[in-house]
């Protein structure tokens, strides 16, 4: 059973930046492709980037791309999203996630409670 608890959400101006970070409890992270997910009022949840267990590298939707980073220390068992320059449209609730073996984080195993991230001025 793999654990997943969310800090580090707020409220920030937009062209601000805020990192989340994502507590990972469980079997070790090498077996598992970490990511975050994003969840808007009304809008379907989407990926906002992943690394994968199977490569190491690190997958982004071109609406994050360059903006966003994912990264991980599997010292400290913690996940962070880097998130800079941003848009009220990145305004949602922010998901950490895992995927045994994954590659994308396209379907996952494990899914953390939620952070709330507001970009406002």
């Known amino acids: 059973q793999v654990q997943l608890v969310e800090s580090g959400g707020g409220v920030v101006q937009p062209g601000g930046s805020l990192r989340l970070s994502c507590a990972v409890s469980?079997?070790?992270?090498?077996?598992?492709?970490i990511g975050w997910f994003r969840q808007a009022p009304g809008r379907r949840r989407e990926g906002v980037g992943c690394?994968?267990?199977?490569?190491?590298?690190?997958y982004y939707p071109d609406s994050v791309k360059d903006r966003f980073t994912v990264s991980r220390d599997n010292a400290k068992n913690t996940v962070y999203l880097q998130m800079n320059n941003l848009k009220p449209e990145d305004t949602a609730v922010y998901y950490c996630?895992?995927?045994?073996?994954?590659?994308?984080?396209?379907?996952?195993?494990?899914w953390g409670q939620g952070t709330q991230v507001t970009v406002s001025s």
């Open positions: 469980g079997p070790t992270l090498e077996d598992y492709a």
């Open positions: 690394i994968s267990s199977i490569d190491g590298n690190a």
């Open positions: 996630v895992a995927e045994h073996l994954g590659l994308y984080c396209s379907g996952p195993d494990y």
